[in-house]
């Protein structure tokens, strides 16, 4: 579960900026849209919030800094030697952006413990790391390390709830690398929750080509792919079985206008394996039976559809994390709130599973899915930085017509559409 994510100095990002899944006072759609989370002194938290703004404004820039945090935690450790540059990409609009960290920061629940992890990079090195847990409603600082760049040393500090041998840990520890990763992957048992819950946080940035295989894979199993064919018909996907068949590479059909020399380099680096191939099964009209049709013959809305299945059910069933950039993108805005209604049930959503999601799609402002604060807004500064705040900076009545208010530029985020002579 996440609490608060916070980022500084990274792509278009300067100062720190925070989004929220802290619910507010508000008692609109409680039931629905937001939870009571498992350890004490927390507000209720949202099972999902929205991020809008123009083209360019940073909404993708927020889910690649959560992107970027992820993968350094789960990588720095294993994937670069000493000397390789961190990929980190700092605010290029402001002279000291480039030599200034970039800072990261997650406060979120794990195994039902709340923890408050982050770090601050350059490319050349992490300069400040630190990790607080808090089993109870006290603080325990388990570790922080900073960087010295006047005496180019780092200062250590291992709090005493942390066990294990810490020291052999801090000299694993390369400069470009993560002392959390680096405890984990030696073993540390108490900050594998940490680690896990950046693992298994989904995130599908905007033009990635989500990857069918987690749903296929479910397919074969009877029970989820029963799951799966009844997410598919609540999204009034016209499909009465799924079929899964495994087929040699030989009996593979080529696009005809595909050229004969790379379907000659195609067939010798696959030749002899075998893929699974997807297929829908439909009803005739006039006689009743089934006929099926491959996946790739579906709309490229359906495909989508079936790729998000197996992780959206997983997301409900282990009640991860999800973020998607443009979830808008070859749905129809009535599949979108299909999807978010099965956030927003408790009874499909029963382990609080959250998604945190940007669009273009302003008919979900009016839509009463939603309350006040699950939205969000990017837009530039005058110094071209990406700021984001919540609608309810701006106390909106309850009954406001808030896409109309968004469009007439009373919430900002909106792109400047200037005049063109030619």
Not at 107 to 122: H, K, L, M, P, V
Not at 244 to 263: A, G, N, Q, V, W
Not at 396 to 412: H, I, M, S, T, V
Request: hydrophobic share 35%; charged share 25%; aromatic share 12%.
């Amino acid at each position: 579960m996440l609490i608060e994510f916070s980022i500084r100095n990274y792509r278009s990002f300067w100062e720190t900026q925070t989004l929220s899944m802290a619910a507010g006072p508000t008692k609109e759609l409680q039931e629905e849209n937001s939870f009571t989370p498992p350890t004490e002194g927390l507000p209720k938290l949202l099972r999902s919030a929205v991020v809008y703004g123009p083209n360019g404004g940073g909404k993708s820039n927020l889910i690649a800094a959560l992107n970027f945090m992820k993968q350094l935690v789960l990588s720095s450790s294993k994937e670069s030697q000493e000397g390789e540059n961190i990929e980190r990409k700092p605010f290029l609009l402001h002279s000291h952006g480039p030599s200034q960290s970039s800072e990261f920061e997650a406060f979120f629940i794990q195994d039902g413990i709340r923890y408050q992890y982050g770090f601050e990079t350059t490319e050349k090195r992490v300069t400040h790391e630190w990790l607080l847990a808090y089993p109870g409603n006290r603080a325990q600082r388990w570790f922080e390390r900073s960087y010295n760049p006047e005496k180019q040393e780092e200062n250590w500090y291992f709090g005493a709830k942390l066990t294990g041998p810490k020291k052999t840990w801090q000299d694993s520890t390369r400069s470009n690398a993560l002392f959390l990763s680096t405890a984990v992957q030696l073993n540390s048992e108490q900050l594998k929750p940490v680690f896990s819950w950046f693992k298994n946080l989904v995130i599908i940035r905007h033009g990635e080509i989500i990857d069918r295989d987690f749903t296929v894979k479910s397919c074969e199993d009877k029970d989820k792919c029963g799951d799966i064919l009844k997410f598919l018909k609540g999204a009034d996907i016209l499909v009465d079985g799924i079929e899964i068949k495994e087929r040699k590479f030989e009996t593979f059909k080529f696009p005809s206008d595909l050229p004969e020399e790379l379907k000659n380099v195609i067939q010798k680096d696959l030749q002899g394996q075998s893929f699974k191939e997807v297929f829908f099964k439909h009803q005739l009209s006039d006689t009743g039976d089934s006929v099926s049709f491959p996946l790739q013959e579906e709309s490229d809305g359906t495909q989508k559809l079936f790729a998000y299945a197996a992780p959206w059910l997983d997301v409900l069933n282990n009640g991860r994390v999800l973020v998607v950039d443009e979830l808008d993108n070859s749905f129809h805005p009535h599949l979108v709130r299909f999807l978010l209604n099965l956030i927003h049930n408790s009874k499909s959503n029963k382990k609080n599973g959250q998604l945190i999601f940007s669009t273009h799609d302003t008919s979900i402002l009016d839509s009463k899915i939603l309350r006040r604060d699950q939205i969000w807004f990017t837009e530039k500064d005058n110094n071209h930085a990406t700021q984001l705040y919540p609608l309810t900076n701006f106390h909106p009545r309850k009954d406001e017509a808030l896409e109309k208010g968004y469009l007439q530029g009373r919430f900002g985020a909106l792109p400047y559409i200037g005049e063109v002579k030619f």
